[in-house]
């Protein structure tokens, strides 16, 4: 109960985003970096002088994020704009597409953001090749960008000195089903329906986000690639639209995205410090935690991870 309390009412951050180091000559992408925390968070790496490539569904809401106030004046002032790509998590195909692009265009990937995710979509929403909505976006799309991108992160890691990915969770993960995951509900079919509801799909995804960062640190922290995850916190953004009373709650008691929104993933992908916490869970604000002891399971890590692989192959 106090880790839970101490995640919503977070204690008066320590380390903020004026806090973070120059970034010059480091490359980053943020998935979802059209909205809320991830447009918050391309707009502080811009400050600090990342090159930074925006991966979203579409370029129009790209463009729309690109022209509000916050981008446009740092882009009038300084020039600096991020760099669009599209990509739809719910797509596989899109996803390849995308991390095809990147891969043309970038030599080195200092920090993977996945940021994007949905919450509480209706049950009858799903992905292009039939996957459970939250767990296709949230899980597979970002696994799946993950692993092709991860040759490039490991390189730069081992040119630079290390590399990092940032993976955004929930303390909806510790509301996950027994286990975690039922692998029998991810793609659309009468035990989804018969197991599942939206919201327990959304804890399932989130719970499946901390275990899979947790199977990246295990796998590739040698390579001086360091892997976190975390809860942001409670954030007043759209995530929470398919959901009144959760979209209400988070109007009410909720953070700005900006300035606090972004500050547990820009401290992970930035400070210095962070380079120590591979296989951590991060907590508001900037501070480490724990998530639910089960992700931390290796067996069904590897299942996870070798289930991502086995859909990727499909593409």
């Given at each position: ?8 009412f977070p204690p008066k951050a ?223 953004t759209d995530l929470a639209r ?74």
């Amino acid at each position: 109960m106090g880790q839970a309390f101490s995640e919503s009412f977070p204690p008066k951050a320590t380390w903020l985003s004026k806090d973070m180091p120059d970034m010059t000559g480091k490359v980053a992408i943020v998935t979802g970096g059209n909205s809320g925390i991830g447009k918050v968070t391309i707009k502080y790496l811009l400050l600090k002088n990342c090159v930074v490539y925006l991966l979203c569904c579409s370029a129009s809401k790209a463009e729309a994020a690109i022209a509000e106030a916050a981008i446009a004046d740092l882009k009038a002032a300084t020039g600096k704009v991020p760099v669009f790509i599209q990509c739809d998590l719910a797509d596989l195909h899109s996803i390849r597409a995308s991390a095809t692009e990147f891969l043309a265009k970038a030599q080195r990937l200092d920090v993977l953001f996945n940021n994007a995710g949905s919450m509480t979509t209706p049950m009858d929403w799903l992905t292009k090749q039939g996957y459970d909505m939250q767990f296709g976006t949230n899980v597979l799309g970002t696994g799946y960008l993950t692993m092709l991108l991860l040759p490039l992160i490991q390189a730069t890691a081992k040119s630079y000195g290390g590399a990092r990915i940032v993976t955004l969770s929930s303390n909806a993960q510790d509301g996950a089903p027994k286990g975690g995951i039922d692998f029998s509900t991810l793609k659309d079919g009468p035990e989804r329906g018969m197991k599942l509801t939206h919201w327990t799909a959304y804890m399932q995804s989130k719970w499946a986000d901390a275990c899979l960062s947790k199977e990246l640190s295990r796998r590739y922290g040698k390579d001086g690639v360091v892997c976190t995850a975390l809860n942001p916190g409670i954030i007043r953004t759209d995530l929470a639209r398919n959901l009144n009373f959760i979209a209400w709650f988070s109007n009410t008691i909720g953070h700005d995205a900006d300035p606090l929104g972004a500050v547990t993933q820009l401290y992970a992908g930035t400070a210095p410090e962070a380079a120590s916490l591979n296989g951590q869970y991060l907590i508001p604000w900037a501070r480490v935690g724990k998530a639910r002891a089960d992700t931390e399971d290796p067996v069904t890590g590897k299942a996870l991870w070798e289930w991502i692989e086995e859909q990727g192959k499909t593409v």
